[in-house]
């Protein structure tokens, strides 16, 4: 009821709720790394560069040479060659020397099978005796 003094009087209905809201949040991401690792050397100082010659030579043996000084060079895995000297005599100069010689160990081989097919034909004639008639021809499956 209202009245204008008490303004509204009474208690109003307990309401209970019917719906029920389930609320849930899923976050998903996905991290990528890619990595890449670049090495450089750096000599010592005062000693001389290693050569710098192809990967399939290796060289590790020409760190740390100081001049006059010699290092040995050979072929990396997977090659094949005989080892040689590389000579540093100064720095300005850095290492001399050539090769080595490598080849690969690994070889493809190509087979190649021939076949040869001989056909022989054979050819009779048959020449009649004299004051006898050749006999007929009648075809080749035919016995005359």
């Known amino acids: 009821c209202y009245d204008l003094e008490d303004n509204f009087v009474g208690s109003g209905p307990d309401c209970i709720s019917t ?3 389930t609320s849930s949040t899923t976050t998903s991401s996905t ?3 890619t990595t890449t690792t670049t090495s ?3 000599p ?3 000693t001389c560069y290693p050569p710098v010659i192809g990967q399939d030579k290796d060289t590790s043996l ?3 040479i100081f001049p006059p000084g010699t290092c040995t060079v050979s072929c990396t895995s997977g090659y094949l060659g005989n080892p040689v000297v590389y000579y540093c005599y100064s720095l300005e100069d850095m290492f001399v020397g ?3 010689d490598c080849v690969p160990t690994t070889t493809t ?3 190649t099978t021939a076949s040869i097919t001989t056909t022989t034909t054979t050819t009779s004639t048959t020449t009649p005796m004299n004051g006898t008639c050749y006999p007929p021809v ?3 499956d035919k016995d005359t």
Do not use: D
């Open 109 to 111: 081989t190509t087979t």
């Open 98 to 100: 050539s090769g080595p």
């Open 62 to 64: 020409c760190s740390g």
């Open 19 to 21: 719906t029920t809201t």
């Open 31 to 33: 991290i990528t790394t």
């Open 44 to 46: 010592i100082p005062g």
């Open 138 to 140: 009648i075809g080749q």
């Open 40 to 42: 450089t050397t750096t």
